[in-house]
């Protein structure tokens, strides 16, 4: 596999949860050495690399963390629901605001992977989605303190009247949609800052950036709280840590020339991007098993960042979390993840990829059965989910990456992990719905006795999409690795523009 195709299958499943994003990254390294890859430069490398610019690659994944952790895991959850003023209403809205964003993001992914794929302006797409993320971000300080009675600059915008809760909702959408809209650039430069021998070893020191990161922002943020500062300001701090740190990857990495279109000439980037996905489409149906593992991956992946999605809020409204517990919850998540990628890379290796999936997946099943049926037991409860979530997040979906990987011949792996990322960017936008949609279904009149209620039958929901994921996997067949065994009614030319 040549560095392209294994760069896309590295960020193939990235979605707006970080935890999982950075979990994936983990496995990704323990996989590679457990399939005896050599992911070390020999005395006959002749590609060159810049190590500037792989530092610069570096510092982008440490600095983006900061949003994904604070702004879309930890933190503004808790404080949107508080802004609101109405838990059912706010925690709904949360949900909302995820589906919102994804759907921009998979809508325009086509165009955006075009760019960054044969586009000679990675830069300064990626700069300006940068800096849209950070600007929002950075306004965050203006709103107001949790308390919803209180005024901010907001409240002088144009259309007055409409509750200050919107215009943050706004905000964050616009802020995701910049972090979101960055990544496939910042994903398009790892092959080019990289050789075949190594782009393991550069993808892991980014997850080690990123975990770097995480977890200094979650400092920062305990710090905030400990001298009793505004939720706002470690919103505002979490811009400047963006901003800081993003700086030097803008200097250090450099634009390569546009590579040439495929297909026929003069074609617009708009229309490579959507014939791509239209031609990958058309091949799906020729690779035995993948159509039905499909749909089970879009269950299962859009039931993992659900529940990552709204962890901080189930914690807090269901087990009494403090936001000062909910920061250090996600750290140790993050810890006990490190053993579960070992464990199951090794387990991957032994009874195969389908039934290590599905071992992954009963796991979540167990941790939301335990959550939904244990709540008498108080908080520690909600810590021992967390660790048992934490073995299986990351596993789970690089599990999946590798199975779907065996589906699929050498040649074609650059577009069909293409096609299996924006999967994962829909499935990004119907688990958020489902959970917001149950949440105002079981308590229309919003009322506050039943605010815990509607969140224990929102994770049924969203148990559900895992156990008919399960059942759709037991009935698709183990590939074997190397295999990708291929109908061949159907002669689609790889790459062919239709």
């Known amino acids: 596999m040549d560095k392209e195709k294994l760069a896309h299958a590295f960020f193939a499943n990235e979605t707006f949860s970080p935890l ?20 070390s430069e020999t005395e006959t490398q002749k590609v060159p690399t810049d190590k500037k610019e792989q530092i610069g690659w570096y510092l982008y994944d440490l600095a983006n963390t900061s949003f994904t952790v604070l702004i879309v895991t930890a933190l503004f959850p808790l404080y949107f629901r508080l802004l609101v003023g109405n838990e059912t209403l706010g925690d709904a809205m949360w949900g909302y605001a995820g589906s919102i964003t994804m759907i921009i993001i ?16 990675k830069k ?95 400092v920062i943020a305990l710090v905030v709280f400990a001298m009793n500062l505004p939720y706002t300001l470690a919103f505002f701090l979490s811009a400047i840590f963006f901003l800081v740190f993003s700086i030097p990857s803008f200097i250090m990495l450099k634009n390569r020339p546009a590579k040439k279109l495929p297909g026929e000439e003069n074609v617009s980037l708009i229309t490579v991007g959507f014939r791509r996905v239209k ?10 098993g993948l159509p039905l593992y499909l749909v089970a991956y879009f269950l299962f992946s859009d039931a993992i960042t659900t529940v990552i999605y709204y962890a901080a809020i189930f914690g807090q409204v269901v087990y009494g979390f403090s936001t000062t517990m909910i920061l250090i919850f996600f750290a140790v998540t993050q ?45 520690i409860v909600w810590w021992i989910v967390g660790l048992i979530a934490g073995v299986g997040m990351g596993s789970s979906q690089s599990t ?36 917001a949609s149950v949440l105002l279904l079981v308590n229309p009149l919003q009322l506050p006795s039943l605010v815990v209620d509607a969140h224990l039958t929102a994770i049924l929901a969203v148990l559900l999409f895992f156990v008919v994921a399960v059942l759709l996997l037991m009935k698709v067949r183990q590939p074997v690795k190397g295999e990708a065994k291929v109908y061949l009614e159907d002669d689609i030319v790889p790459g062919e523009i239709v």
């Open 20 to 39: 999982i994003y950075i979990s994936m990254q983990l496995q990704d390294i323990v996989l590679l050495i457990m399939e005896d890859i050599d992911l």
């Open 124 to 218: 300064k797409f990626m700069a300006f989605y940068t800096a849209v993320c950070v600007a929002f971000t950075a306004s965050m300080l203006f709103l107001p303190d949790i308390l919803p009675s209180e005024e901010g600059p907001f409240s002088f915008l144009p259309f007055l009247g409409v509750d200050l809760w919107l215009w943050a909702w706004i905000i964050f959408i616009i802020a995701n949609v910049g972090f979101q809209g960055a990544l496939p650039f910042y994903n398009a430069w790892l092959p080019e800052i990289s050789t075949e021998d190594n782009i393991g070893r550069i993808g892991g020191y980014g997850f080690a950036a990123g975990y770097v990161g995480a977890m200094a922002t979650i």
């Open 106 to 121: 998979a809508l325009s992914s086509p165009i955006l992977g075009a760019i960054a794929d044969f586009g000679g302006s």
């Open 400 to 435: 999946a990456r590798s199975m779907y990987g065996q589906f699929i011949p050498e040649e074609k792996k650059t577009e069909m992990f293409g096609f299996y990322a924006l999967t994962g960017k829909f499935a990004a936008i119907l688990g958020p719905f489902v959970y």
């Open 335 to 379: 810890l006990a993840a490190i053993p579960g990628a070992f464990i199951f890379g090794w387990i991957a290796d032994r009874i195969g990829t389908k039934n290590t999936l599905i071992s992954t997946l009963f796991i979540w099943i167990g941790a939301l059965l335990i959550a939904y049926f244990l709540t008498p037991f108080g908080q």
């Open 279 to 288: 031609n990958t489409i058309k091949q799906i149906r020729n690779y035995e």
